[in-house]
């Protein structure tokens, strides 16, 4: 009996340093297309009853994921560390990062990251639950390659359009990769789309080697984005069916690019964001 009571003060002190501190890894979603951004947090709580100091020490978090097989995935580089900062007692902090360009994540499949945080004050350390989730590859719908504007010598990069099953419905991703497509740049996804016929998708480049894109999202709207060389939306709107009237990019003669026909909708989500002072249409959020 004494032996079973020891393991029962023993346990009983474990589990008690453990509801000290609480740690979770948190994604946005647990489905990313390959090369895709992988917005992460990792959540401490702290209820230890002191400030608890975090930077300080080297290697006091580290991050791994495993494949299906519980094979360690290789880093193909260090994940950066916020500056030192504290948690007061009864208080909780939110690191976010991105996993996607610190991991070789190349191939679809299911895979699962667990984070390790050290506690010095608390000479302890606690490992988080694993945390699914899935790189799905995308099916190439248009490819095109373009030459960056300004670069000495030139440099000859490559815009594709993809599209791929993620929540239970077809997105349609942009991904700007070097001309061999091995370099990506970024991945980032536009929207759902409803079909892949000619009728629904037109993409154009323009004398400024931006990428247009026009694609139906829903059954009476339509999405128009501007993708710049380096990557980074510059454009983002809605436009409507008017009528007998369907949106459609129309090429003007000094390459300018820009969508005929319909209507469109001032929303929240516009890139840049609409000046509502210099418009009389209603502000709907999305």
Do not use: C
Not at 27 to 49: A, C, K, V, W, Y
Not at 165 to 186: E, K, S
Not at 208 to 215: D, G, M, Q, R, Y
């Amino acid at each position: 009996m004494q032996k079973l009571h020891l393991l029962v003060l023993v346990a009983a002190s474990l589990l008690s340093a453990t509801a000290q501190v609480n740690v979770e890894l948190l994604f946005d979603q647990d489905q990313f297309l390959r090369s895709e951004s992988m917005p992460t947090r990792l959540r401490i709580s702290n209820s230890s009853g002191q400030t608890l100091k975090f930077g300080d020490q080297a290697n006091w978090l580290a991050i791994s994921i495993d494949d299906e097989k519980g094979k360690s995935i290789w880093h193909t580089g260090e994940i950066p560390m916020p500056k030192p900062f504290e948690i007061e007692s009864a208080k909780a902090v939110s690191l976010r990062m991105d996993l996607m360009p610190y991991f070789d994540l190349g191939k679809a499949g299911h895979y699962t990251a667990t984070a390790r945080v050290k506690f010095p004050q608390l000479e302890k350390e606690v490992i988080t639950d694993a945390k699914g989730f899935d790189i799905v590859s995308g099916t190439d719908l248009w490819k095109r390659e373009f030459g960056v504007p300004g670069q000495t010598p030139p440099e000859v990069r490559q815009y594709v359009l993809q599209v791929a099953n993620l929540l239970n419905r077809n997105q349609i991703y942009a991904r700007v990769t070097d001309a061999n497509g091995g370099r990506v740049f970024r991945v980032f996804a536009l929207g759902p789309v409803v079909s892949f016929s000619a009728n629904t998708i037109e993409a154009q480049l323009d004398g400024s080697s931006n990428l247009h894109v026009l694609f139906q999202n829903f059954k009476n709207t339509f999405i128009y984005a501007v993708v710049a060389p380096d990557g980074e939306q510059i454009i983002r709107q809605t436009h409507e069916i008017a009528r007998d009237s369907r949106p459609h990019l129309r090429v003007e003669e000094d390459s300018r690019i820009h969508v005929k026909g319909g209507h469109r909708r001032i929303l929240l989500s516009d890139l840049p964001p609409s000046r509502v002072a210099n418009t009389n249409e209603v502000l709907e959020r999305k």
